[in-house]
């Protein structure tokens, strides 16, 4: 049986509460990533930014604002005032069945894999269409 430490990935980009939007903003676009844990000094979990948890926090273009004016409010917002510490979270011993019901269930996009209280990975919608395409491939030959 599967597990979820069969499939998550290990080396998770992460930013501390301190760290500001504009730290997150840069981290997703050159990581091409749309999740975030937050972790303290010690690697411990304490929350989770989103892609979407950005763009609720970015002014419209609409409003006309430049873009240098954008990233210069974005790094006067900490973290911590929009990561999300409500994150539903799994082990690295959960079936690979239990954390995609729960990413199905729930429309989450991310389970962060914790250990304790340390985080030792991150599951994602892409994993399993990655594990999927990999089946689809065995099956074919």
């Given at each position: ?6 499939l998550?990935t ?17 981290l ?24 979407r ?10 409003a ?21 510490t ?38 994602t919608?892409?994993d ?9 491939e065995?099956?074919?030959?």
């Amino acid at each position: 049986m599967l597990i979820v430490k069969d499939l998550m990935t290990r080396d998770v980009f992460s930013l501390k509460k301190d760290d500001n939007l504009a730290a997150a903003r840069d981290l997703m676009k050159l990581a091409r990533i749309r999740h975030i844990p937050i972790v303290d000094n010690n690697d411990n979990f304490i929350g989770l930014i989103t892609h979407r948890d950005i763009l609720s926090a970015t002014i419209s273009r609409l409003a006309g604002i430049a873009p240098e004016i954008q990233e210069e409010l974005d790094a006067t917002i900490p973290i911590s005032e929009i990561m999300r510490t409500d994150v539903t979270t799994t082990t690295p011993e959960t079936t690979l069945k239990d954390a995609a019901s729960v990413l199905l269930k729930h429309k989450y996009g991310c389970l962060p894999v914790i250990d304790g209280t340390k985080l030792v990975g991150i599951l994602t919608e892409a994993d399993f269409l990655s594990l999927t395409i990999s089946l689809m491939e065995a099956l074919e030959q």
